[in-house]
């Protein structure tokens, strides 16, 4: 059983900055793809991030590009989530997710694992 707990999220001004966290236990952290998805009110839940098990590849949506960087610590087992310059469209849950081995990241049916998500919310 894999557990993942997300934090950092809150209220923040656009401009603003946070740095998301996701603490993983239960399967060897080093040898998981982990991803970063968002779900906003009324909207379906999308791919945000995703990185490889040894952090060598990184993947961002097109709309968070130059804005979010992804990196993992695995001697920690927590992947994190760094958003600059946030904008209102932004806002929404942010849920982290772990997939067993090198995976496709931007699949969400490779993920076996999710955490709980985190709020982000981005005001004008």
């Known amino acids: 059983q894999v557990q993942l707990v997300e934090s950092g999220g809150g209220l923040m001004q656009a401009g603003g900055s946070l740095r998301l966290s996701c603490a993983a236990s239960g399967r060897t952290f080093s040898s998981s793809t982990m991803g970063w998805f968002r779900q906003a009110p009324g909207k379906d839940r999308e791919f945000v991030s995703g990185?490889?098990?040894?952090?060598?590849?990184?993947y961002y949506t097109d709309s968070v590009k130059g804005r979010f960087t992804i990196s993992r610590d695995n001697a920690k087992s927590t992947v994190y989530l760094q958003m600059d310059s946030l904008k209102p469209e932004d806002t929404a849950v942010y849920y982290c997710a772990s997939a067993p081995g090198l995976a496709d990241v931007f699949r969400t049916e490779n993920y076996d694992y999710w955490g709980q998500g985190t709020q982000v919310t981005v005001s004008s």
């Open positions: 990185i490889s098990p040894s952090g060598g590849s990184t």
